[in-house]
C-alpha cells in the first residue's frame, strides 16, 4: 500500500477541524490536526508535510503568523489558507506571504480536497525540475562552473578572458559548451535555471 500524504490542518474551530479532517481522511491524506497555530509550530519540525492547510482568524498567532515563521524553514510546503470572512487585500496579503491558495469556509470539501492534490502536484513538479537542474549542473567542468559564474553575473566574454587569464576564443567555446549541456541560450535563461536549482 502506498503512503498517504500527510497534511498538516491548524484550526481553532474543534467542531470543523473534526469535520474537515474526517473528509480529508476518507479523500486518503493523513490528517495531523491543531487546534492552535503555536501547537503546529511546535510540531512542525518533526512532521513531514505534503500539504499545510491553516484558518487565518484564530487567538494568539494567526495564519499569515504561520506562513510567516515557516518563511524561515528550509524546506518550503504547500501552504493553502482557510479564512471565513475573506477579503481581496487578505488573499493578496496570504499570497505574497507565500500561501499557494486563499479558500473560505463553508465551499464544499471538495473544493478544498481539489486544492490540496493540486498544491502537492505542483510542489513535486517543481522539486522534480529542481532535481533536472541540479544534475544539468553536476555535468560541468570546474573551469566551465567558474565561466557560468561570471555569465551570470553579467560579464562579457572579454571580461571574462581576462578575469580568468585566458583567451578570448576559449570563453566563447566554454560558453557554447555551456549553452549545449544546460540547453540555454541567454544570461536571462542562466539566472532563471541557477534561481530554479537554488543556487542564486
Known amino acids: 500500500m502506498a503512503a498517504r500524504d500527510e497534511i498538516a490542518l491548524i484550526d481553532d474551530d474543534a467542531e470543523l477541524l473534526d ?3 474526517f473528509q480529508l481522511d476518507a479523500a486518503g491524506y493523513h490528517v495531523h490536526s491543531f487546534g492552535s497555530a503555536a501547537e503546529f509550530l511546535v510540531a512542525v519540525s518533526g512532521l ?9 482568524h484564530m487567538p494568539g498567532l494567526n495564519g499569515m503568523d504561520v506562513l510567516r515563521a515557516l518563511a524561515a ?8 489558507m482557510l479564512t471565513a470572512q475573506g477579503s481581496v487585500p487578505l488573499a493578496v496579503s496570504a499570497m505574497r506571504e507565500g500561501s499557494v491558495n486563499f ?5 464544499p470539501a471538495s473544493e478544498l480536497i ?14 522534480e525540475q529542481v532535481l533536472a537542474h541540479r544534475i544539468r549542473l553536476q555535468t560541468l567542468t570546474p573551469r566551465e562552473r567558474e565561466v557560468l559564474a561570471l555569465v551570470a553575473d553579467g560579464l562579457s566574454a572579454k571580461q571574462i578572458a581576462q578575469q580568468l587569464g585566458t583567451s ?19 544570461p536571462a535563461q542562466l539566472n532563471e535555471l541557477l534561481h530554479l536549482a537554488g543556487e542564486r
Not at 524553514?73 to 493553502?80: D, K, L, N, S
Not at 479558500?103 to 465551499?107: A, M
Open 19 to 21: 469535520a474537515l479532517s
Open 73 to 80: 524553514r528550509p524546506v518550503q510546503t504547500p501552504f493553502i
Open 168 to 186: 578570448y576564443r576559449t570563453v566563447e567555446t566554454h560558453r557554447l559548451n555551456l549553452g549545449k549541456k544546460l540547453d540555454i541560450h541567454s
Open 103 to 107: 479558500l473560505e469556509k463553508g465551499q
Open 114 to 127: 481539489a486544492a490540496i492534490a493540486q498544491a502537492i502536484a505542483t510542489a513535486v513538479k517543481g522539486k
Open 48 to 56: 513531514s508535510l505534503a500539504c499545510i492547510v491553516c484558518d487565518y
